[in-house]
Protein backbone atom coordinates (compact mmCIF):
# COMPACT_ATOMS: atom_id res chain seq x y z
CA UNK A 1 0.00 0.00 0.00
CA UNK A 2 1.13 3.18 -0.99
CA UNK A 3 0.21 7.18 0.70
CA UNK A 4 0.47 10.25 -1.11
CA UNK A 5 -0.12 13.08 0.23
CA UNK A 6 -0.16 16.51 -1.98
CA UNK A 7 0.62 20.02 -0.48
CA UNK A 8 2.07 23.49 -1.42
CA UNK A 9 -1.38 24.74 -3.77
CA UNK A 10 -2.56 28.20 -3.59
CA UNK A 11 -3.44 31.19 -5.12
CA UNK A 12 -1.11 32.81 -7.27
CA UNK A 13 -1.08 35.75 -9.65
CA UNK A 14 -0.19 34.74 -13.69
CA UNK A 15 3.22 34.93 -14.07
CA UNK A 16 3.96 33.62 -10.23
CA UNK A 17 5.89 30.38 -9.30
CA UNK A 18 4.67 27.03 -7.37
CA UNK A 19 6.33 24.54 -5.86
CA UNK A 20 3.88 21.47 -4.87
CA UNK A 21 4.86 18.98 -2.60
CA UNK A 22 4.06 14.94 -2.82
CA UNK A 23 4.84 13.36 0.81
CA UNK A 24 5.11 9.40 -0.28
CA UNK A 25 5.11 6.44 2.53
CA UNK A 26 4.78 2.70 1.75
CA UNK A 27 7.01 -0.33 1.91
CA UNK A 28 7.40 -0.25 -1.42
CA UNK A 29 7.14 3.22 -2.34
CA UNK A 30 10.46 3.58 -4.35
CA UNK A 31 9.98 1.04 -6.54
CA UNK A 32 7.17 3.26 -8.09
CA UNK A 33 7.09 5.49 -10.60
CA UNK A 34 6.00 8.77 -10.00
CA UNK A 35 3.81 11.41 -11.76
CA UNK A 36 1.92 14.58 -11.56
CA UNK A 37 -1.48 14.85 -13.16
CA UNK A 38 -4.13 18.04 -13.25
CA UNK A 39 -8.00 18.54 -13.44
CA UNK A 40 -9.54 21.78 -14.08
CA UNK A 41 -13.32 22.11 -13.89
CA UNK A 42 -15.41 20.13 -16.19
CA UNK A 43 -12.16 18.47 -18.21
CA UNK A 44 -10.48 15.22 -17.98
CA UNK A 45 -7.48 14.59 -15.66
CA UNK A 46 -4.56 15.23 -17.48
CA UNK A 47 -0.38 14.32 -17.31
CA UNK A 48 1.66 17.07 -16.25
CA UNK A 49 4.96 15.06 -15.11
CA UNK A 50 7.21 12.28 -13.97
CA UNK A 51 9.64 10.77 -12.98
CA UNK A 52 11.55 7.68 -11.52
CA UNK A 53 12.73 7.21 -7.85
CA UNK A 54 15.69 5.43 -9.14
CA UNK A 55 17.39 7.23 -11.70
CA UNK A 56 14.98 10.38 -11.73
CA UNK A 57 14.48 10.59 -15.76
CA UNK A 58 11.99 12.63 -16.07
CA UNK A 59 9.06 13.12 -18.87
CA UNK A 60 6.92 16.56 -19.27
CA UNK A 61 3.60 17.29 -21.21
CA UNK A 62 4.57 19.89 -23.42
CA UNK A 63 2.50 22.70 -21.69
CA UNK A 64 4.94 22.30 -18.76
CA UNK A 65 8.06 22.42 -20.75
CA UNK A 66 10.24 24.85 -20.34
CA UNK A 67 8.19 26.70 -17.40
CA UNK A 68 8.47 23.64 -14.86
CA UNK A 69 10.30 20.93 -13.15
CA UNK A 70 9.73 17.62 -11.27
CA UNK A 71 12.20 16.37 -8.87
CA UNK A 72 12.19 14.06 -6.00
CA UNK A 73 13.87 13.85 -2.51
CA UNK A 74 14.89 10.15 -2.54
CA UNK A 75 16.07 10.38 1.35
CA UNK A 76 12.64 11.97 2.10
CA UNK A 77 10.41 10.51 -0.27
CA UNK A 78 9.27 13.25 -1.43
CA UNK A 79 8.24 14.34 -5.35
CA UNK A 80 8.06 17.93 -5.86
CA UNK A 81 6.39 19.86 -9.34
CA UNK A 82 8.13 23.77 -9.57
CA UNK A 83 5.85 25.27 -11.59
CA UNK A 84 6.92 28.97 -12.92
CA UNK A 85 5.31 31.34 -15.54
CA UNK A 86 1.74 30.40 -14.17
CA UNK A 87 -1.21 31.03 -16.67
CA UNK A 88 -4.88 30.97 -15.92
CA UNK A 89 -4.96 27.83 -17.75
CA UNK A 90 -3.09 26.16 -15.23
CA UNK A 91 -5.59 26.07 -12.49
CA UNK A 92 -6.49 23.39 -11.70
CA UNK A 93 -7.01 20.06 -9.07
CA UNK A 94 -3.13 18.94 -9.03
CA UNK A 95 -2.36 15.22 -8.37
CA UNK A 96 0.56 13.25 -6.94
CA UNK A 97 0.23 9.29 -8.38
CA UNK A 98 2.15 6.49 -8.59
CA UNK A 99 2.44 2.77 -10.49
CA UNK A 100 3.45 0.09 -9.96
CA UNK A 101 5.87 -0.25 -13.12
CA UNK A 102 9.12 1.69 -14.49
CA UNK A 103 7.38 2.01 -17.43
CA UNK A 104 6.31 5.89 -18.45
CA UNK A 105 2.64 6.12 -19.06
CA UNK A 106 0.30 9.01 -19.17
CA UNK A 107 -2.96 7.49 -18.86
CA UNK A 108 -4.66 8.23 -15.25
CA UNK A 109 -6.31 4.77 -15.10
CA UNK A 110 -3.01 2.81 -15.26
CA UNK A 111 -1.73 4.51 -12.12
CA UNK A 112 -2.76 2.47 -8.75
CA UNK A 113 -2.57 5.25 -6.52
CA UNK A 114 -3.47 8.89 -5.97
CA UNK A 115 -3.31 12.07 -3.29
CA UNK A 116 -6.65 13.58 -2.61
CA UNK A 117 -4.94 16.79 -4.55
CA UNK A 118 -4.36 19.93 -3.77
CA UNK A 119 -5.92 23.07 -5.95
CA UNK A 120 -3.86 25.54 -7.66
CA UNK A 121 -5.67 29.11 -8.80
CA UNK A 122 -4.11 31.42 -11.28
CA UNK A 123 -5.67 35.03 -10.91
CA UNK A 124 -5.03 37.25 -13.92
Known amino acids: QVQLVESGGGLVQAGGSLRLSCAAS????????MAWFRQAPGKEREFVAS????????YYADFLKGRGAISRDNAKNMVYLQMNSLKPEDTAVYYC?????????????????WGQGTQVTVST
Open 51 to 58: ITWSSGRT
Open 26 to 33: GRTVNSYF
Open 97 to 113: AARKSSVLVTTPPLYNY
